[in-house]
């Protein structure tokens, strides 16, 4: 992976950079053909616009017969000023029949030889680089000398062998489009390396999360400071996650002993007096078949109780429970939640305060869910105390709604706390002999927040626990 990844980039460069200069190369050579092609008015371009070679070609054309005499027309003159350029003309004899801003030191007359010397080298006398140009005249030939400043051009004399020009040229190209490739292959060797080094980095860490280890821990520098931070987040997140995964399989694990042997007590006793019901051993009097035939009932509905809270919490937990919301008095709820416990004969030496200063305070609820929330919660706060304990259950509405259950029991250790409201817990101070799925307060807490509200609680061992809901 590594490999193929520093491969892909250098290749990458690489191509870039071939592709560039065969660009450059075409774009110089199409240059040249430009300038070299290009024509334009004298007098609407400037010198370094239409090059020398075509400007003395063209100046031709400003070349007139005055009075049978050579001479140069107005646009002519303007273009030889503007330029600061002069020039010669010279008749079929090489002899002077016209000048213009001609300098001192030209000769009024030429040799072949010294007109070719004249364009060939730098015109020593008159310090300029020269040009020539020819224009035929009613019949007659007359050439021109164009001299420009040294300053403004100078000529090299350049000697090539045509035979071998092309394959120099294409040589040298190829040598350029080498080089610059090996240039090329060395730089994007070096930045591949520093560039891939942090995607391998990342992909390393990618595979070190998906063998199942979560203790990932990457520098958070450099230009992929974010996505290394994203990582380490994901690490840790998902380390969480695992611990939290292990930790519920656990309480999952104790839950189902729990619960088999919850079951599996009631279920010995139904087993056991159905047996005696349709046993033909005994003669059982119809008191009797009505006290087993209760117990048998009791037990059963101990039964269902157990698979109800665990379908409900399942349900909660996957938020796939369709709430039946409707607008509920909330006191009149509260206090029939209290008189049901306290009709339970078995809480019949229970103290349980109802408290409101309102008989009436509306609230948007699933009131059948409500109700087993507050029994759930009250419940606890008898199972889990000594007999005696005071409990008071209150309800009032400034912000919004507020229910209070309270108690002056053992209160809860700090430990437990933290986990009261987990699936599966069960306190270590229950007491009474209780009998339960130890989903009560998981379903309590996840039925307040089906309804977007919030519930505390605050304990301190030996005082007591206050639980808070807010809707």
């Given at each position: 992976?590594k ?30 053909i430009?300038?070299?092609t290009?024509?334009s008015?004298l ?13 003395t ?5 400003y070349i007139?017969?005055?009075k ?11 273009s030889l000023?503007?330029?600061n ?8 004899q090489?002899?002077?029949?016209y ?6 030191g ?15 080298y730098?015109?020593?006398k008159?310090?300029?680089t ?14 021109y000398i164009?001299g420009?400043?040294?300053?403004k ?58 063998d199942?280890n ?27 996650n695992?611990i ?11 839950w ?6 919850d ?19 005994y003669?059982?009097?119809?008191e009797?078949v ?21 379908n409900l ?5 996957n ?7 409707k ?7 509260v206090?029939?939640?209290v ?9 019949a ?7 409101c200063?309102?008989e009436?305070i509306?609230?948007f ?12 919660l ?11 304990v ?5 309800v ?12 002056n ?6 430990e437990?706390l933290n ?6 817990y ?18 309590a807490?996840?039925?307040v927040?089906?309804?977007d ?19």
């Open positions: 992976m490999l193929k990844l520093i491969a892909r980039f250098m290749w990458t460069v690489v191509s870039v950079v071939i592709i560039v200069m065969i660009i450059n190369i075409i774009a110089v050579f199409s240059f040249i430009y300038n070299n290009t024509k008015s007098i609407e371009k400037k010198l370094e616009d239409v090059g020398i070679e075509n400007y070609r063209d100046f031709s054309k007139i017969i005055s049978e005499a050579v001479d140069i027309d107005k646009d002519g003159k303007s000023d503007n330029n350029i002069w020039i010669q003309i010279l008749d079929e090489s002899k002077e029949v000048s213009y801003r001609k300098p001192k030209a000769k009024e007359s030429y040799t072949p030889f010294e007109l070719i010397n004249q364009y060939k730098v015109d020593v008159t310090g300029a020269t040009f020539i140009g020819e224009k035929q005249i009613k019949g007659r030939k007359y050439s164009i420009l400043p040294l300053s051009i100078q000529r090299e004399v350049i000697t090539i062998n045509y035979d071998n020009f092309i394959g120099i040229i294409g040589k040298f190209i190829y040598s350029i489009l080498i080089l610059d490739a090996f240039i090329a292959l060395f730089f994007a060797y070096f930045f591949s390396r520093k560039l891939t080094r942090p995607l391998n980095n990342i992909i390393n860490g990618v595979l070190v999360l998906s199942g979560y203790n990932l821990k990457l520098s958070e520098k450099g230009i992929y400071t974010v996505v290394y931070r994203n990582l380490n987040n994901l690490s840790s997140t998902l380390k969480s695992e939290e995964r292990k930790k519920l399989d656990k309480m999952r694990e104790e189902i002993s729990n619960m088999s042997h079951i599996k007590t009631p279920l010995v006793s139904i087993k056991g007096y159905a047996e005696l019901l349709s046993s033909d051993d003669d059982l009097s119809k009797e009505k006290q087993y035939s209760k117990i048998i009932d009791s037990k059963a509905n101990y039964i269902k109780e157990l698979v109800d809270d665990l919490t399942t349900r909660l937990k938020k796939v429970l369709k709430l039946n919301k607008k509920v008095n909330m006191v009149s709820l206090r029939n939640a008189i049901d416990i306290l009709n339970d004969p078995s809480n030496e229970v103290d349980i305060d109802f408290i200063e309102h009436e509306e609230a609820v699933d009131a059948s869910l409500i109700m087993r929330t507050m029994k759930n009250i419940y606890n706060a008898i199972v889990h105390n000594e007999e005696g005071n409990i008071k259950v209150s009032e509405k400034k912000d919004n709604l507020k229910i209070i259950i309270s108690d029991g053992k209160g809860i250790r700090p437990e986990h009261i409201f987990e699936r599966y069960r306190g270590t101070n229950t007491g009474k002999g209780h009998e339960g799925s130890g989903l009560g307060m998981a379903i807490n996840d039925i927040k089906a309804h509200g919030e519930i505390k609680i605050l304990s301190e061992l030996g005082r007591g626990t206050e639980i808070e809901i807010y809707l």
